[in-house]
């Protein structure tokens, strides 16, 4: 099966720019989502099809995907920015293609 | 604007079998290339994706799960429906409707189910 992999923790000062990496096998022949999840609160997609932003999310949020990695970057990082993170793609390798999830990076504004 | 609601029993037994219903409104399952899919997350833990169900009846379902699951669809009630056979307390977590176009673009608040005796 198919398996993304994220580190579990990432740190960043106020105003600094964070990355969140997202590995897998050959993951830039797939288009890779990025969610954001606060707290007591259903998941955002922030950056979808490895680079593109849905309507209302901020251009601070930017996305990059090739060979085995895949990079969510958040410039000039806020306090609310603080969050689990998550990357997506589907899996169409086989016959039954699904979807797969990152095991997720918390954001820890310092 | 799209909204989705998720709605079923907040504590089952073990063994027992879940059905969740998602509710949505703002868009139609019968337009082409939209779907609805299930996500679901244990307490402090990662999203894990259950399903999938696409305008033409065309259905995913998680490799790991996809004996336990199924997924169907009312277009006139614009509702797609989950049932999770044989359920355990390892299945305790907040399930999520979301729908499906690039990416999971618009989710449901969630719904808590518990599975315990």
């Known amino acids: 099966s198919y398996v993304l992999t994220q580190p579990p923790s990432v740190s960043v000062a106020p105003g600094q720019t964070a990355r969140i990496t997202c590995g897998g096998n050959?993951?830039?022949?797939?288009?890779v989502h990025w969610y954001q999840q606060k707290p007591g609160q259903a998941p955002v997609l922030v950056v979808y099809?490895?680079?593109d932003r849905p309507s209302g999310i901020p251009e601070r949020f930017s996305g990059s995907n090739s060979g085995n990695t895949a990079t969510l970057t958040i410039s000039r990082v806020e306090a609310g920015d603080e969050a689990d993170y998550y990357c997506q793609v589907w899996d169409s390798s086989s016959d039954h293609p699904y979807v797969v999830f990152g095991g997720g990076t918390k954001l820890t504004v310092l | 604007q799209i909204t989705l609601k998720e709605s079923g029993p907040t504590l089952v037994k073990p063994t027992q079998t879940l059905t969740l219903t998602c509710t949505f409104s703002g868009f139609s399952l019968s337009t082409s290339g939209v779907g609805v899919g299930w996500i679901r997350q244990p307490p402090g833990k990662a999203l894990e994706w259950l399903a999938l169900?696409?305008?033409?009846?065309?259905?995913r379902y998680s490799p790991s799960l996809k004996s336990r699951l199924t997924i169907t669809k009312d277009t006139s009630k614009n509702q797609v429906v989950l049932t999770m056979t044989n359920m355990d307390p390892v299945d305790t977590a907040t399930y999520y409707c979301?729908?499906?176009?690039?990416?999971?673009?618009?989710w449901g608040q969630g719904t808590l189910v518990t599975v315990s005796s």
């Open positions: 979301a729908h499906s176009g690039s990416g999971f673009d618009y």
């Open positions: 169900i696409y305008w033409d009846d065309d259905k």
């Open positions: 050959n993951i830039g022949s797939k288009s």
């Open positions: 099809d490895d680079s």
